[in-house]
């Protein structure tokens, strides 16, 4: 649509130009050949509308012209393909156009193209990205400040928000979340059908993932060894939240007590309780498997793996500021002033699991 607006914007121009031509040339002629030409085309428009066949809609250019026309004859007695009032209509719609051309604002200026091109690449190549993961992802990694609504002005769609868990659970976690783990299983299913169980430890604090391991056959045995693989001797966690399921059985209670930890156990039906976990649960769904079709276990741990490292070293959480639960010190970015790319650096890109995500960095050019 935008590229056709000025292929119509040069074509009325050139109606118009014509319009004016056939005018001018018709002032050098004489009196008695406008007349007989005059007559001709009212002979011809009187048969047309005898055999009553349906007009077609005004083109810009005709309209521009018989309102030009209407201030130099008396066009009321004239008019016949058009009632009057539409005539006014076009003469006060012309004038609507012309006052907002005159009156438009300036505006901000537009962010250079090669940031412009460089949000829409990043948007395309990370489908399930939102506004303020870009926004953050081009202020930590390449040292661009742009608000996330500047950004989502040059995405293709704009991505649903999800929901807060309840006042009361989110508070207690907040307060504690530097000491709090958060524990969950959830099944994914094999290109054979088969159904393998994904165990997650989620360090609340600093949004990490402290553990995982994939099971086709979870107990309460090998749960309570995940805990043992994972929590040391001098550990700084105090409590630990799961669900009410039957694989965290009393023998794994009994193991996380022995450890100093202390178990909070979600109400029944109120996932929103271990609210983090889920959440982590619904983002590798939402940002890996539901990409991948695992062949077996072997590859379903080869995924999980890269996807993980991305997760803890890459990939930004708004909850953090946003931030990288385990960023280096050296990728930390200088701010650059205004919306463009220093000139002696390149943008350069990473790709993660074939290329459904993309972690970026500045480099400098050669």
Known sequence: ???????????????????????????????????????????????????????HRAADASRIMLVALSRFIKWRRL???????????????????????????????????????????MAIANRTWGEERIAAELLLKLGIRISPRTVRRYMPSRPLRGTTGTQKWSTFVRNHAQTVLACDFFVTVT????????????????????????????????????FRLIIPGDQTHRFVIHDRDTIYSEGVDRTLAAMGLTVLKTPVRAPTANAFCER???????ECLDFVIPLNER????????????????????SLGPGIPDRPSEQASEQTDGHRLPVDHRVLSTAILGGLHHEYRLERAA
């Open 191 to 226: 290109a054979t059908l088969r159904m393998l169980y994904v165990f997650v430890v989620l360090e609340v604090g600093t949004r990490r993932i402290l553990h995982w391991n994939v099971t086709a056959h979870p107990t309460a045995e090998w749960t309570a060894q995940q």
């Open 280 to 286: 982590l649960v619904g983002t590798m769904r939402r």
């Open 79 to 121: 008019l016949t393909i058009v009632k009057p009032d539409t005539l006014i209509r076009w003469h006060r719609k012309g004038f609507r156009l012309f006052w907002h051309w005159k009156s438009r604002a300036p505006g901000r200026p537009p962010i250079p193209a090669d940031l412009r091109q460089l949000i829409a690449t």
């Open 299 to 318: 590859q379903l741990r080869s995924v999980l793996r890269e996807w993980v490292a991305h997760y803890n070293r890459g990939r930004l959480h708004a």
């Open 1 to 55: 649509m935008s590229q056709s607006r000025p292929r119509i914007l040069v074509r009325t121009i050139l109606r118009v130009a014509a319009d004016i031509v056939s005018l001018v040339s018709s002032a050098l002629r004489s009196r008695a050949q406008l007349a007989a030409e005059n007559l001709f085309l009212r002979k011809q428009l009187a048969l047309y509308l005898e055999r009553q066949v349906k007009p």
